[in-house]
């Protein structure tokens, strides 16, 4: 079992900046990639970003690229998505994911993955 703690969500004007974080607990040495999507209201749940634990490579959905980037510290087994030049269509709630099967970079949302339980983030115009 993996547990997953997001947050780091608030309110931001447009063109600011946030930084999530999800910690992960239990079997982590057990994960395979993890990453974020997030569900706008009303919405479906969509990927954002993944990063592969052994080796960090990473994958960013098409509409992210320049604006967001994932990032994972092994050592503290902490996933963050830092993202900048925010859009009032980036307000959703975030959710981290992690996967212990060995995944494509393009994570499912109906994947075998263990779910954080969402931090929101609200981009004013």
């Known amino acids: 079992q993996v547990q997953l703690v997001d947050s780091g969500g608030g309110l931001v004007q447009a063109g600011g900046s946030l930084r999530l974080v999800c910690r992960a607990s239990?079997?982590?040495?057990?994960?395979?990639?993890m990453g974020w999507f997030r569900q706008a209201p009303g919405k479906e749940r969509q990927f954002v970003a993944s990063?592969?634990?052994?080796?960090?490579?990473?994958y960013h959905a098409d509409s992210m690229k320049g604006r967001f980037t994932i990032s994972r510290d092994n050592a503290k087994d902490t996933l963050y998505l830092q993202m900048n030049g925010l859009k009032p269509e980036d307000t959703a709630v975030y959710y981290c994911?992690?996967?212990?099967?060995?995944?494509?970079?393009?994570?499912?949302?109906?994947?075998?993955?263990?779910w954080g339980k969402g931090t929101l983030v609200t981009v004013s115009a």
């Open positions: 994911a992690a996967t212990t099967k060995a995944t494509g970079a393009l994570m499912s949302v109906h994947g075998d993955n263990y």
């Open positions: 239990g079997r982590t040495s057990s994960i395979y990639r």
């Open positions: 990063v592969r634990a052994f080796d960090g490579n990473t």
